[in-house]
């Protein structure tokens, strides 16, 4: 594994983050975290999309503020991303947690989603937010893994309407 750095989402990185999402598109897998999915024709304009749900800006009634980071590692290529709630509402207390993350398909297994979420921890600390919750499907048993690396502690499992598991794991700052 290279060594990865959490940086803010800039134009400087737009090529490296088309190439990621071609690439994560090409797979046929759902783009984690949620921001990946936002429409990149005018990039600078989803940079500034991004920036502003950092301060509560532009962000739907049922959000909350919200910091997205890119992975890159040292040779400038975009690994994964993160998106980091800085606090919970009733949604993101029963499914989504304070951070979201993903790696793209070519650069799983090298341990980046560790990283990634042990960086994450570093920032969500910075929030001061003491007890981060992240979750993960049942069946997703590498993301298990990694959130139990980072001191994950499993609180609870519930089942979605469709039948899927959410697990429910706290990781104390």
Known sequence: MKTITLVTPSIQ?????IEMLKEWK?????????????ETNNFETMIEEI???????NIPASFVPHSTYWAVDNDGKIVGAVNIRHRLNA??????????????????QKGYASEILRLSLLKVKALGIRKALVTCD????PSAKTI????????????????????????FL
């Open 51 to 57: 920036h502003g749900y950092t301060e509560g800006k």
């Open 138 to 141: 049942k069946h997703n048993f």
């Open 91 to 108: 949604f993101l207390l029963e499914r989504g947690g304070h951070i979201g993350y993903g790696v793209r398909t070519s650069e799983r």
């Open 148 to 171: 139990m690396k980072n001191g994950g502690v499993l609180d609870s499992e519930f089942q979605e309407e469709n039948g899927n598991v959410v697990q429910r794991y706290w990781i």
């Open 26 to 38: 090409a797979s046929g897998e759902k783009l984690v975290p949620f921001v990946l999915n936002l």
């Open 13 to 17: 990185y737009k090529q490296p983050y």
